[in-house]
Nanobody, 122 residues
Framework: QVVLVESGGGLVQAGGSLRLSCAAS????????MGWFRQAPGKEREFVAA????????RYADSVKGRFTISRDNAKNAVYLQMNSLRPEDTAVYYC???????????????WGQGTQVTVSS
């Protein structure tokens, strides 16, 4: 059973930065892609960013391109989301997830973390 645990969320002013981390455990050793999603109050969970096993292929939602960067450290079983130039509309619970593809939809992901809250004040 794969377990994903997010950390690094918090309260930040608009224009500030945060770095989210996701630690994974329980893997069998197969290659996998990782993604970040977010869910704001009253809204559906949406795709933010994804990376392949090697990190050479990444995908981003249009709303975060140029501001967010996804990266990973396979030796540490970790994936990160560096978020710069944060906006109030980035406020949400952020989830990391694991998939066999570099997907952008929720149903392409097999395992999910519990989420970490990010709040951006104006």
């Amino acid at each position: 059973q794969v377990v994903l645990v997010e950390s690094g969320g918090g309260l930040v002013q608009a224009g500030g930065s945060l770095r989210l981390s996701c630690a994974a455990s329980g893997r069998s050793g197969s290659t996998y892609s990782m993604g970040w999603f977010r869910q704001a109050p009253g809204k559906e969970r949406e795709f933010v960013a994804a990376t392949s096993w090697s990190g050479r292929r990444t995908r981003y939602a249009d709303s975060v391109k140029g501001r967010f960067t996804i990266s990973r450290d396979n030796a540490k079983n970790a994936v990160y989301l560096q978020m710069n130039s944060l906006r109030p509309e980035d406020t949400a619970v952020y989830y990391c997830a694991e998939s066999q593809v570099v997907g952008t939809s929720n149903d392409e992901y097999d395992y999910w973390g519990q989420g970490t809250q990010v709040t951006v004040s104006s």
